[in-house]
C-alpha cells in the first residue's frame, strides 16, 4: 500500500522558514513526478511545486518562485518542500502528492495517484 506523509508543518512569524517532508512508502518504483499542494480555507487547491525526478526538472507557481524550492532524497524516499521568507497569504494546509504517468498538466490536483494527509503552516504577520 502507497502512504505519502507529510512532516514539517507549524507556526512562524513573516519573514520564517519552515521545511515540509513527505515520506514514501510502500511504492518501489519511481513516480513520474511529485508535488506539493496547498489549500487555504475557503479556496480551491493550489499546486504549489513540482518535481520531475527523471529530468530534474522543477517547476512553482509564481508566487512562490525564489522562496520555495523542491527536493527529493532518494535514499530516504522523500520529498522536501523547503519554504523561506514566509508571508501571511501562505498560510495552508500543505500536502504531497504522485503521479505515476505524466499526461497532464502538473498543477491538476486531480491527475495524481496518490495524496498525504496534509501538514498545516500557519504565517502570523
Known amino acids: 500500500q502507497v502512504q505519502l506523509v507529510e512532516s514539517g508543518g507549524g507556526s512562524v512569524q513573516t519573514g520564517g522558514s519552515l521545511r515540509l517532508s513527505c515520506a514514501v512508502s510502500?511504492?518501489?518504483?519511481?513516480?513520474?513526478?511529485m508535488a506539493w499542494f496547498r489549500q487555504a480555507p475557503g479556496k480551491g487547491q493550489e499546486g504549489v511545486a513540482a518535481?520531475?525526478?527523471?529530468?530534474?526538472?522543477?517547476y512553482y507557481t509564481d508566487s512562490v518562485k525564489g522562496r520555495f524550492t523542491i527536493s527529493q532524497e532518494n535514499a530516504k524516499n522523500t520529498v522536501y518542500l523547503q519554504m523561506n521568507s514566509l508571508k501571511p497569504e501562505d498560510t495552508a494546509m500543505y500536502y504531497c502528492?504522485?503521479?505515476?504517468?505524466?499526461?497532464?498538466?502538473?498543477?491538476?490536483?486531480?491527475?495524481?495517484?496518490?495524496r498525504g494527509q496534509g501538514t498545516q503552516v500557519t504565517v502570523s504577520s
Open positions: 510502500g511504492y518501489t518504483r519511481s513516480f513520474n513526478h
Open positions: 502528492a504522485a503521479a505515476r504517468s505524466g499526461t497532464v498538466e502538473w498543477t491538476y490536483a486531480g491527475s495524481y495517484n496518490y
Open positions: 518535481l520531475y525526478p527523471g529530468s530534474g526538472s522543477t
